[in-house]
């Protein structure tokens, strides 16, 4: 019974979905970290760069660790 949504159609267009949404909002925080950080003077871009891909992978690192009740 663990592995019962495999079968499952729905189950499948709402992994699809969620997916297609990861890749379009990752994309599209891409862009924006672009815009933001070519408005910066030239010292502080590399700085900010590293600091916009690095907080939102510690924020995701935070919130799993901290919810043991969502890990399998």
Same mark, same amino acid.
């Given at each position: 019974?663990?592995?019962?949504?495999?079968?499952?159609?729905?189950?499948?267009?709402?992994?699809?979905?969620?997916? =297609?949404?990861?890749?379009? =909002?990752?994309?599209?925080?891409?862009?924006?970290?672009?815009?933001?950080?070519?408005?910066?003077?030239?010292? #502080?871009?590399?700085?900010?760069?590293?600091?916009?891909?690095?907080?939102?992978? =510690?924020?995701?690192?935070?919130?799993?660790? #901290?919810?043991?009740?969502?890990?399998?």
């Amino acid at each position: 019974m663990l592995f019962a949504w495999i079968t499952d159609p729905n189950a499948w267009l709402a992994l699809g979905t969620l997916t =297609l949404l990861e890749i379009v =909002l990752g994309i599209d925080n891409i862009i924006f970290l672009s815009l933001v950080v070519a408005k910066l003077p030239t010292a #502080q871009r590399a700085h900010a760069r590293r600091l916009g891909w690095r907080e939102p992978w =510690l924020c995701v690192w935070r919130c799993w660790h #901290q919810s043991p009740g969502l890990r399998a």
